[in-house]
């Protein structure tokens, strides 16, 4: 008989554990998937097309609150955690409720779930979300770049379709295949676009990676809140926070990150103090002393910082780094108080659906405006909050131009940030010697 699978999922882990374990594997069936952290991703069927054979009429996905009831009700031999960014108490308190309920907790590894490539593959990962893996990644890619590799971005899933169909393999080269995307989504590519870069993502990462290969030299992973690889790196990068110290091994799957990486890139120093960046590398040190530290600022910058000097400002930040990354603010608010704003106006008095309740949800998120963008209402809804709250300019921290697709009516200045190491060896180094031994 086939032992009974649920699956605790976000939509991105979950679906890639089932692809690459559960879908052709005739010892289990995966009855049902659960979904949370992302908003409006239940109550869909993970299809048939995407299943295989086994599964005829696809599989139903709900929401986490019916995890008791679910288990329950198919009679769950086995519960698989497979989503990302969590305290690890929160991890066994979810497991404790399984176990309760008569079922195995189950944490699929590396060893079951990374798929290798045919091409050198860099992966970028961190212990948070918001520490700088977009940033990281950029950075690594115009190294490349510089190098004559030509190379493409997977980035780990953000399949919020209704029709998952629609998201099997996703291909991005230009503004245009972008207007099928959220914000969430955008805030990913375009800043890859703007370098040529293509840039892959969707649903089925086995057939994403051999579209991949066919036009890349060397493929870099960009990783997700902070998942690890969905391939088998040949060099790990890892980005740890100060602002959050402690946090790289508190949280899951972060330390495993942390455990797996060959660099560990200490972001964000220009920011934090020398005592958390302190705290920072003994716990690198303790954990994978193997692994090489960098030392890195992540400078803000603005074409016109004087427009906000002595300005009042709403500051929108990037949505994740917020939620379930924890922090208080971001880059918007580094910037507002470097160049001299004169008032930072909060915007939760403003705040209406499901941006209220997304301040109900995550009540560490400080005076700024979350950049929320999972579906056409939400981008509504966040047009309305940025209209409505009364300010002389909005301070735009987000990695898009929100400009470009939301009107505003006062004036934006966007905040710019990349990754500037400053210790040696560098990402540049450390890269060139790699690839001589490739």
Same mark, same amino acid.
């Given at each position: 008989m086939?032992?009974k699978?649920?699956i605790m999922?976000?939509?991105?882990?979950?679906?890639?554990n089932?692809?690459?374990y559960?879908?052709?594997?005739?010892?289990?069936?995966?009855?049902?998937?659960?979904?949370?952290?992302?908003?409006?991703?239940?109550?869909?069927?993970y299809?048939?097309e995407?299943?295989?054979?086994l599964?005829?009429?696809g599989?139903?996905i709900?929401s986490e609150n019916?995890l008791?009831e679910?288990?329950?009700?198919?009679n769950?031999?086995?519960?698989?955690?497979?989503?990302?960014d969590v305290p690890h108490?929160?991890?066994?308190?979810?497991a404790s +409720?399984?176990?309760?309920? @008569?079922?195995d907790?189950?944490?699929l590894?590396?060893? /079951?779930t =990374?798929?290798?490539?045919s091409? *050198?593959?860099?992966?970028?990962?961190?212990?948070?979300?918001?520490?700088g893996k977009?940033?990281?990644?950029?950075?690594i890619a115009?190294?490349?770049?510089?190098?004559?590799?030509?190379?493409?971005v997977i980035r780990?899933?953000?399949p919020y379709d209704?029709?998952?169909?629609?998201?099997?393999?996703q291909?991005f080269?230009?503004?245009?295949d972008l207007?099928?995307?959220t914000i969430?989504e955008m805030?990913?590519?375009?800043p890859?676009?703007?370098?040529?870069?293509?840039?892959?993502?969707?649903?089925?990462?086995g057939?994403i990676?051999?579209?991949a290969e066919?036009?890349?030299?060397v +493929?870099i992973?960009d990783? @997700?809140?902070?998942d690890f690889p969905?391939y088998k790196? /040949?060099? =790990?990068?890892?980005?740890v926070? *100060?602002?959050?110290a402690?946090?790289e091994v508190?949280?899951h799957?972060g330390?495993?990150c942390l455990?797996?990486?060959?660099i560990?890139?200490?972001?964000?120093?220009?920011s934090?103090?020398?005592?958390?960046i302190?705290?920072v590398r003994?716990?690198?040190?303790?954990?994978?002393?193997?692994?090489?530290?960098i030392e890195a600022?992540?400078?803000?910058?603005?074409?016109?910082?004087?427009?906000?000097?002595?300005?009042?400002v709403?500051?929108?930040?990037?949505g994740?780094?917020l939620?379930?990354?924890?922090m208080?603010y971001?880059?918007g608010f580094?910037?507002?108080k470097?160049f001299?704003?004169?008032k930072i106006?909060?915007p939760?008095p403003y705040a209406?659906?499901s941006?209220?309740?997304?301040y109900?949800?995550y009540?560490?998120?400080?005076a700024?405006?979350?950049?929320m963008?999972?579906s056409?209402?939400?981008?509504?809804?966040l047009?309305?909050?940025?209209?409505n709250?009364?300010?002389?300019i909005?301070?735009i921290?987000?990695?898009i131009?929100l400009?470009?697709?939301i009107d505003?009516?006062?004036?934006?200045?966007r905040?710019?940030y990349?990754l500037?190491?400053?210790?040696?060896?560098?990402?540049?180094e450390?890269?060139?010697?790699?690839?001589?031994?490739?």
């Amino acid at each position: 008989m086939r032992k009974k699978v649920l699956i605790m999922g976000a939509a991105g882990r979950d679906f890639h554990n089932f692809n690459t374990y559960f879908r052709n594997n005739p010892f289990y069936e995966v009855v049902c998937f659960t979904a949370t952290q992302i908003p409006d991703i239940e109550d869909r069927t993970y299809p048939k097309e995407l299943c295989g054979e086994l599964y005829p009429s696809g599989i139903p996905i709900y929401s986490e609150n019916k995890l008791v009831e679910l288990i329950n009700k198919y009679n769950v031999d086995s519960v698989v955690f497979a989503y990302s960014d969590v305290p690890h108490e929160y991890v066994m308190h979810k497991a404790s +409720i399984v176990l309760a309920c @008569g079922a195995d907790f189950r944490l699929l590894g590396p060893k /079951d779930t =990374m798929i290798k490539s045919s091409k *050198p593959l860099i992966a970028t990962g961190a212990v948070r979300t918001g520490c700088g893996k977009s940033q990281t990644t950029r950075r690594i890619a115009d190294i490349l770049l510089s190098l004559n590799k030509k190379i493409v971005v997977i980035r780990h899933p953000m399949p919020y379709d209704a029709d998952l169909n629609n998201q099997i393999v996703q291909r991005f080269a230009n503004y245009d295949d972008l207007k099928v995307c959220t914000i969430e989504e955008m805030e990913e590519y375009e800043p890859l676009i703007d370098r040529n870069i293509i840039v892959y993502a969707g649903v089925d990462y086995g057939k994403i990676l051999e579209q991949a290969e066919k036009e890349a030299d060397v +493929i870099i992973w960009d990783g @997700g809140n902070n998942d690890f690889p969905f391939y088998k790196p /040949d060099l =790990m990068v890892t980005i740890v926070d *100060p602002l959050r110290a402690g946090h790289e091994v508190l949280y899951h799957p972060g330390e495993t990150c942390l455990r797996m990486a060959d660099i560990v890139v200490i972001n964000k120093i220009d920011s934090a103090d020398r005592a958390s960046i302190d705290k920072v590398r003994a716990n690198i040190k303790g954990t994978n002393p193997g692994a090489t530290i960098i030392e890195a600022e992540s400078p803000v910058s603005m074409d016109n910082p004087s427009l906000i000097k002595n300005k009042s400002v709403l500051i929108v930040e990037d949505g994740p780094t917020l939620t379930h990354g924890g922090m208080e603010y971001g880059a918007g608010f580094v910037a507002a108080k470097r160049f001299g704003a004169k008032k930072i106006v909060d915007p939760k008095p403003y705040a209406i659906g499901s941006i209220l309740e997304t301040y109900k949800k995550y009540t560490t998120t400080g005076a700024v405006l979350p950049a929320m963008g999972y579906s056409a209402k939400q981008i509504d809804e966040l047009k309305t909050v940025i209209n409505n709250t009364p300010c002389d300019i909005v301070v735009i921290a987000t990695p898009i131009d929100l400009l470009r697709f939301i009107d505003i009516n006062k004036p934006g200045i966007r905040v710019k940030y990349e990754l500037k190491e400053v210790t040696k060896p560098d990402l540049e180094e450390l890269i060139k010697k790699h690839f001589n031994n490739l």
